[in-house]
């Protein structure tokens, strides 16, 4: 299975996809502690990504576990603002058994909104940040940029995308969802990002829109 848990030192911090043979994507968020001067080689020894299970610290004899080779921000990340807030990990592991998640098609236009679709979270849908063994899947619909904003009361950027929960586990949580996917169609349109707070459905999870970022994904896993 494509879908991945990104650990540190044994611990899980965040999810990813797997989109070819030995890149996953996630969120620059997950691994910003391993950003610019404080990328250390030692601690990006014991990062590990996890592939192809449904259950973290239970024994799968059909997992894969890679080392990560390296890690690439977008340029324009900001932590604080969180803008741009994706990366591209390049894994040791040379993965041939798995098929990877789909992207967009190329050049396409749509914007997604009104469609339904599908987040996967390792984590729990609640305030205290707290890591639920198995991974979890929930139904979100697609809103528009201009109806998240006035949400949030403040502008959201072109290149996120807005999705509304359908269920508590649907719901985006600052602590423990990042770096997962939301699915359209069978293809991925964003990487979690940010949420407000948890159980709050009056608040759209935001994600980096996929769409915006193919030239620089392509670019950055050849």
Request: net charge neutral; proline share 3%.
């Amino acid at each position: 299975m494509w879908q991945g848990a990104i650990l540190f030192d044994g611990r899980h911090i965040c999810g990813a996809t797997l989109i070819n043979t030995n890149h996953v994507l996630t969120g620059a968020d997950c691994v910003s502690f391993l950003h610019g001067a404080e990328k250390s080689n030692n601690d990006l020894a014991k990062l590990r990504v996890y592939l192809n299970t449904v259950a973290l610290k239970t024994y799968n004899p059909g997992a894969i576990t890679s080392n990560v080779r390296h890690i690439k921000f977008h340029e324009l990340y900001d932590r604080k603002t969180k803008a741009n807030n994706i990366a591209v990990l390049t894994l040791e592991t040379n993965v041939t058994t798995l098929y990877p998640l789909s992207l967009p098609v190329d050049g396409t236009t749509d914007d997604y909104v009104g469609k339904n679709g599908t987040i996967l979270r390792w984590g729990a849908a609640k305030s205290a940040s707290t890591t639920h063994k198995i991974l979890l899947q929930a139904p979100v619909s697609i809103i528009s940029n201009s109806e998240c904003s006035s949400k949030y009361q403040f502008k959201i950027a072109d290149n996120s995308l807005c999705a509304s929960a359908g269920s508590q586990e649907g719901i985006t949580c600052n602590d423990d969802s990042n770096g997962g996917p939301v699915i359209v169609e069978g293809r991925q349109v964003g990487i979690m990002s940010w949420g407000k707070g948890c159980m709050d459905f009056n608040y759209p999870g935001i994600y980096m829109r996929i769409t915006s970022f193919m030239d620089w994904i392509k670019s950055n896993t050849v």
